[in-house]
């Protein structure tokens, strides 16, 4: 992209006040033709992708944006072509370009011209080059905006320092990394009132002690955030030679600003606006903060302060806003409110989420312009009061994530009807009103603003009334998951207009799937009793769809053929449903998926080669349907990116190919119960994600959005099955720490390739039930990670080689039902295993068989030591053990050791992450976008 010099620019801007001044003879108000021709060719120079431009076409230049004439002279006095963005924009619009060369040639000798001006905007302009000299020669200059043009840097800001009328200073993201004697240039401009010098890499003040600051300037605004560097053993004192004068601060998001709060700040008593967010400052909040008696706001979010608020905050009865969100604060929260009882008229904005902050909430009543309180993620315990249904102003109100108890009812939220933001998730909330009496959305019907909707986890146990799909038109986040919601959905088409995520899963919903809204993002209603077709799935006509979980239903029927409609889906999951029929070929124009889960389905015939495009996919599990034909050889070819192939339980046939092996990233492949014959390829020591340790999950990022620009920022974290030890077990955690080949119950043939010992980080390897011949290879004790072996039940011959015994970890071995012979290598864990393992061996012997060996030594009957027995008798050693044992595996199967115990606490165990993390990652992620978004706006 060609990005216009600053001295281009500039050039330009001199030309047209040249011009102006040449011309400008006449006393008519107005526009001066010349002016108007000249600025014509410098609109000709530029890109105008937006339109900024548009107005210059109509007679009189003075009514153009970005222009304005002298009253007296008609000569363009000021020129504004900034161009900031709007609030559902992502990427600025603005102008960008070169400007015509011819209009370049005579800069220097009309340099005098321009002092004349006054304001010169243009931010937000995508200029590039070094910032001109010639900038000091505008020396009426009253304000200058040159911030957001990313491409501008400057050496030096001596030029600068002639602009002694200069008031308002905008340097923002202009690159000043050069500048080293900034605060020198800043400090000559006596009339500076406003400065901001954010975003972009100011360097410290190296030489504080070169001249003393002297500065006289009224200096009242002063933004240096986003600078990254340690203000504390520069800026500090140059700062606070301002302190009498300053009414707006800004050191948010510097990273490197740590250490304590200097006591210094509490002289900025005329301080109405304080803002370090996002820095690395400790200690605690400092006494002497009560000194700042102006503050209207006061942002310390995002560091790690720590202690109780002091008391001295009593005095700061002004304030507004208060951010304390995100550091280690503690105390009880009672207490920090009766300190801020002074600002109880003026308060709009408490934020405190994110601390250690404990007690009750109190009675708010007071707080009577309370607009948003958020005490999320604390230590609150006690009840909700309902005196909070007096706030009459409130907008946003977050309590989840502590442990607050109690009913929620309409009390609560009485006259709140400006609400528009609502979290009351994770905490021990009941809103079971007995049905007679109101039912629980009721309080809702009064809202009209909602906007954002999250009642997962709630207990609500009710029906959808039907009024309350008459609030949801202007949502666009509606999760009320996992709750235990009953009754069937209307027609969702007319009842969102922009929706963006709407994620209704784990409720007790029923019916068939109805109209959907024409626009949507995220779609999630896996755990209910939907039944019947999902036809009307295909109602969702838009390209935004990314995730699509419609598991664990009763769904049925052939899959519709809308597919092509959906090329962002990134997450398809319709797994533990009915569906029946062919896998679509349309499946093929998914162009983004990444994850692919059918199991438990009735999909009958082949594979279509179409899918061979979705070059994205990650994850396909088709287990558990009837699907049949030869396994595609386009898998490995075309499927670069798959780490998890699970066919298991469908009736493919015919041999394993060989271009299977290119699947590099594979980490689960399971072709179990099939009807595959031939050979186990040699070549599979190419699946290198086997010989590799990996990442803990398998994760999939994502941002959802519709046309309003409403966006959200997802991820998730895949989930798999794995069968081990003939039960499944999920996965999902530590998902990726799983590496495990299962061919089980074929009919392959031929020998065990040795070559299968490379894969080093195999965890699981079941070869069980089929005809395989020859011996076990002799490099088996390779695989020091292999928890589960499983032969048997195929014709293997020859001795157990002794590097079997090397494997610590195997807990589980089968090598039952086969030909081996010879002696179970000794003094080993081998010994340790059932003797079911060895179990059909007619000529093995040796420990734990009763079976003697030739030659041996009679002895006492050992007794056969199980391994079994240990864990049902000690759930807490064998925990120690295995975790011992598995070294840095531990989180995988230190859990999975421990759920072998007991189905119902694997259970409630699954339960717990599955709903719990998934609402954390989901969550943490939305509200913190979100707020993000506040704190910019
Ligand atoms: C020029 O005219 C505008 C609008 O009529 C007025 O607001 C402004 O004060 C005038 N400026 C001067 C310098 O007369
Ligand atoms: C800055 O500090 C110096 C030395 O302490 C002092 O003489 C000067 O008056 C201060 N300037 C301002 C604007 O406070
Ligand atoms: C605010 O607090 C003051 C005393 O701190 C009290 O007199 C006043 O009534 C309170 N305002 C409300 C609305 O409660
Ligand atoms: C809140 O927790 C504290 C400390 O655990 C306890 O002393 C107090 O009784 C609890 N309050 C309520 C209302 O449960
Ligand atoms: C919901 O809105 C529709 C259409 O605006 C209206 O006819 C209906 O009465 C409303 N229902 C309730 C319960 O408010
Ligand atoms: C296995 O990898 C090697 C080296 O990358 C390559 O030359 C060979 O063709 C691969 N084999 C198969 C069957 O993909």
Request: proline letters at 5%; charged letters at 15%; hydrophobic letters at 35%.
């Given at each position: 992209m060609a990005l216009c010099s600053f001295e281009c620019l500039l050039a330009s801007f001199l030309v047209l006040v040249v011009v102006c001044a040449k011309a400008g003879l006449g006393t008519t108000v107005g526009c001066i033709e010349r002016e108007r021709q000249a600025l014509l060719r410098f609109k000709h120079g530029l890109v105008d992708d937006y339109g900024i431009l548009s107005s210059w076409d109509t007679r009189d230049c003075c009514q153009w944006r970005g222009v304005r004439c002298s009253n007296q002279s008609g000569h363009i006095i000021m020129l504004h072509l900034s161009a900031p963005p709007t609030e559902y924009v992502f990427e600025y619009k603005s102008l960008r370009g070169e400007i015509s060369p011819s209009l370049l040639d005579p800069i220097p000798p009309f340099l005098a011209s321009l002092t004349k001006i006054q304001h010169l905007n243009l931010s937000y302009a995508n200029f590039a080059g070094r910032l001109p000299s010639q900038l000091g020669n505008l020396s009426n200059l009253l304000s200058l905006d040159l911030s957001y043009n990313y491409g501008l840097h400057s050496g030096n800001l001596e030029c600068l320092s002639h602009l002694t009328s200069l008031r308002h200073l905008d340097l923002n993201s202009v690159d000043l990394s050069k500048a080293i004697h900034w605060s020198q240039a800043i400090n000559k401009?006596?009339?500076?009132?406003?400065?901001?010098?954010?975003?972009?890499?100011?360097?410290?003040?190296?030489?504080?002690?070169?001249?003393?600051?002297?500065?006289?300037?009224?200096?009242?605004?002063?933004?240096?955030?986003?600078?990254?560097?340690?203000?504390?053993?520069?800026?500090?004192?140059?700062?606070?030679?301002?302190?009498?004068?300053?009414?707006?601060?800004?050191?948010?998001?510097?990273?490197?600003?740590?250490?304590?709060?200097?006591?210094?700040?509490?002289?900025?008593?005329?301080?109405?606006?304080?803002?370090?967010?996002?820095?690395?400052?400790?200690?605690?909040?400092?006494?002497?903060?009560?000194?700042m008696a102006s503050l209207e706001r006061l942002d310390l979010s995002k560091n790690k302060l720590e202690g109780e608020i002091p008391k001295s905050l009593s005095n700061l009865c002004r304030l507004q806003e208060l951010n304390l969100r995100i550091n280690n604060l503690s105390g009880p929260l009672p207490q920090v409110l009766d300190l801020l009882a002074c600002a109880n008229d003026t308060l709009e904005i408490l934020y405190l989420s994110y601390n250690q902050l404990r007690g009750s909430i109190p009675d708010l009543i007071g707080f009577s312009s309370l607009r948003l309180l958020d005490l999320g993620d604390n230590r609150l315990n006690g009840t909700l009061p309902t005196s909070i249904g007096h706030l009459t102003k409130l907008q946003w109100l977050v309590i989840g994530s502590n442990s607050l108890q109690g009913n929620i009812s309409e009390a609560h939220f009485l006259h709140l009807s400006q609400l528009y933001y609502l979290d009351l998730s994770s905490n021990s909330l009941t809103f079971n009103m007995s049905c007679e009496w109101v039912p629980p959305f009721y309080w809702l019907r009064t809202q009209k603003k909602l906007r954002y909707l999250h009642m997962s986890t709630s207990n609500i146990s009710d029906v959808i009334p039907h009024w309350f799909w008459n609030l949801t038109s202007l949502i666009y986040f509606f999760n009320i998951s996992n709750n235990q919601i009953t009754g069937t959905l209307p027609n969702l088409s007319s009842k969102f207009d922009q929706p963006l995520y709407i994620d209704m899963s784990s409720n007790y919903l029923e019916g068939s799937i109805s109209e959907l809204p024409s626009v949507l993002g995220l779609l999630d209603l896996s755990n209910n009793k939907f039944s019947g077709s999902i036809a009307l799935l295909c109602t969702i006509a838009n390209t935004y769809l990314v995730y699509l979980d419609l598991s664990n239903n009763s769904l049925s029927g052939e899959l519709p053929n809308c597919w092509p409609q959906w090329k962002s889906l990134i997450v398809l999951n319709l797994e533990n449903n009915q569906f029946s029929g062919n896998i679509?070929?349309?499946?093929?124009?998914?162009?983004?998926?990444?994850?692919?889960?059918?199991?438990?389905?009735?999909?009958?015939?082949?594979?279509?080669?179409?899918?061979?495009?979705?070059?994205?996919?990650?994850?396909?599990?088709?287990?558990?349907?009837?699907?049949?034909?030869?396994?595609?050889?386009?898998?490995?070819?075309?499927?670069?990116?798959?780490?998890?192939?699970?066919?298991?339980?469908?009736?493919?046939?015919?041999?394993?190919?060989?271009?299977?092996?290119?699947?590099?990233?594979?980490?689960?492949?399971?072709?179990?119960?099939?009807?595959?014959?031939?050979?186990?390829?040699?070549?599979?020591?190419?699946?290198?994600?086997?010989?590799?340790?990996?990442?803990?999950?398998?994760?999939?990022?994502?941002?959802?959005?519709?046309?309003?620009?409403?966006?959200?920022?997802?991820?998730?974290?895949?989930?798999?099955?794995?069968?081990?030890?003939?039960?499944?077990?999920?996965?999902?955690?530590?998902?990726?720490?799983?590496?495990?080949?299962?061919?089980?119950?074929?009919?392959?043939?031929?020998?065990?390739?040795?070559?299968?010992?490379?894969?080093?980080?195999?965890?699981?390897?079941?070869?069980?039930?089929?005809?395989?011949?020859?011996?076990?290879?002799?490099?088996?004790?390779?695989?020091?990670?292999?928890?589960?072996?499983?032969?048997?039940?195929?014709?293997?011959?020859?001795?157990?080689?002794?590097?079997?015994?090397?494997?610590?970890?195997?807990?589980?071995?089968?090598?039952?039902?086969?030909?081996?012979?010879?002696?179970?290598?000794?003094?080993?864990?081998?010994?340790?295993?059932?003797?079911?393992?060895?179990?059909?061996?007619?000529?093995?012997?040796?420990?734990?068989?009763?079976?003697?060996?030739?030659?041996?030594?009679?002895?006492?009957?050992?007794?056969?030591?199980?391994?079994?027995?240990?864990?049902?008798?000690?759930?807490?050693?064998?925990?120690?053990?295995?975790?011992?044992?598995?070294?840095?595996?531990?989180?995988?199967?230190?859990?999975?050791?421990?759920?072998?115990?007991?189905?119902?606490?694997?259970?409630?165990?699954?339960?717990?992450?599955?709903?719990?993390?998934?609402?954390?990652?989901?969550?943490?992620?939305?509200?913190?976008?979100?707020?993000?978004?506040?704190?910019q706006s």
């Open positions: 401009l006596p009339s500076l009132i406003h400065l901001k010098l954010g975003s972009r890499g100011l360097p410290p003040l190296t030489t504080p002690s070169l001249s003393p600051v002297n500065s006289s300037a009224p200096l009242a605004f002063l933004d240096l955030s986003y600078n990254d560097f340690d203000l504390t053993s520069s800026v500090y004192p140059w700062l606070f030679n301002f302190t009498t004068t300053l009414v707006h601060l800004d050191l948010s998001s510097n990273v490197d600003l740590n250490g304590s709060i200097p006591d210094a700040f509490g002289n900025m008593i005329s301080l109405a606006d304080l803002d370090i967010s996002g820095n690395q400052l400790q200690g605690s909040i400092p006494d002497i903060f009560g000194n679509p070929k349309s499946f093929g124009s998914l162009q983004s998926i990444q994850t692919l889960h059918l199991r438990n389905n009735n999909f009958i015939g082949e594979l279509p080669s179409s899918l061979k495009k979705c070059k994205s996919l990650s994850f396909i599990d088709l287990a558990k349907n009837r699907l049949s034909g030869k396994i595609p050889p386009w898998i490995g070819g075309n499927l670069p990116n798959l780490m998890v192939l699970n066919l298991r339980s469908n009736k493919f046939s015919g041999s394993i190919c060989s271009e299977l092996c290119q699947l590099k990233k594979i980490q689960i492949l399971d072709l179990s119960s099939n009807n595959l014959s031939g050979t186990i390829p040699r070549c599979l020591s190419n699946f290198t994600a086997m010989t590799k340790k990996g990442s803990l999950t398998i994760t999939y990022n994502f941002s959802l959005h519709n046309q309003l620009g409403d966006f959200e920022d997802q991820s998730y974290v895949d989930r798999e099955l794995v069968k081990w030890k003939g039960r499944e077990f999920e996965y999902k955690n530590t998902l990726g720490l799983v590496k495990s080949i299962d061919l089980s119950s074929n009919k392959l043939t031929g020998e065990i390739p040795k070559e299968v010992t490379d894969l080093l980080e195999l965890v699981s390897l079941n070869f069980s039930r089929n005809s395989l011949i020859g011996s076990i290879p002799t490099t088996i004790g390779q695989l020091k990670s292999l928890d589960v072996l499983d032969l048997s039940q195929n014709q293997l011959i020859g001795e157990i080689p002794a590097s079997l015994s090397e494997i610590d970890r195997l807990s589980t071995l089968d090598l039952s039902n086969n030909n081996l012979s010879g002696k179970i290598p000794q003094g080993t864990q081998l010994q340790s295993f059932n003797t079911s393992s060895y179990e059909g061996n007619p000529t093995l012997c040796g420990p734990p068989l009763l079976k003697k060996c030739p030659g041996d030594k009679a002895e006492g009957t050992p007794k056969a030591y199980s391994y079994e027995d240990d864990i049902q008798q000690n759930g807490n050693d064998m925990w120690f053990y295995v975790s011992i044992a598995l070294g840095f595996i531990v989180g995988f199967w230190g859990v999975c050791g421990t759920l072998l115990l007991n189905n119902s606490w694997r259970y409630a165990y699954f339960q717990f992450l599955n709903k719990i993390k998934d609402w954390l990652y989901v969550t943490t992620t939305i509200n913190m976008a979100r707020l993000w978004r506040t704190l």
